[in-house]
């Protein structure tokens, strides 16, 4: 059961930025405020990768590979968290997934292209 719905990707050119928004649409405030929030992201033919997470204390960890570049964020009043992407690169290039820190509970996943 799809329980996180995200939105925001789409097709851009390297160097560009994209914010991908997540929301629990199906969770009260009081249910979404204490889970730590992750953004994945799964290429073809690769393995799906942890991207951020954020902690419900708002402590955040990144992959290597999107530190200084990629930023989340969350509102627990509005049940979201964001994955803000700057100077996206042709290897961000992926279908972007966010869930909850226990795994319990994924969206659908939204595309990031990055091409020229």
């Known amino acids: 059961q799809v329980t996180l719905v995200e939105s925001g990707g789409g097709l851009v050119q390297p160097g560009q930025s994209l914010r991908l928004s997540c929301k629990a649409p199906r969770m009260i405030t009081s249910v979404f405020a204490p889970y ?11 393995q799906r ?42 290897e961000d290039t992926a279908v972007y997934y966010c869930a909850t820190g226990d795994s319990k509970h994924w969206g659908q996943g939204t595309q990031v292209t990055v091409a020229s």
Do not use: C, H
């Open 49 to 90: 990768e942890l991207v951020a997470l954020i902690t419900s204390d708002r402590d955040t960890n990144y992959a290597d590979s999107v530190k200084g570049r990629f930023t989340i964020s969350r509102d627990n009043s509005r049940k979201m968290v964001y994955l803000q992407m700057n100077n996206l690169k042709p």
């Open 36 to 46: 730590d929030l992750a953004w994945y992201r799964q290429a073809p033919g690769k």
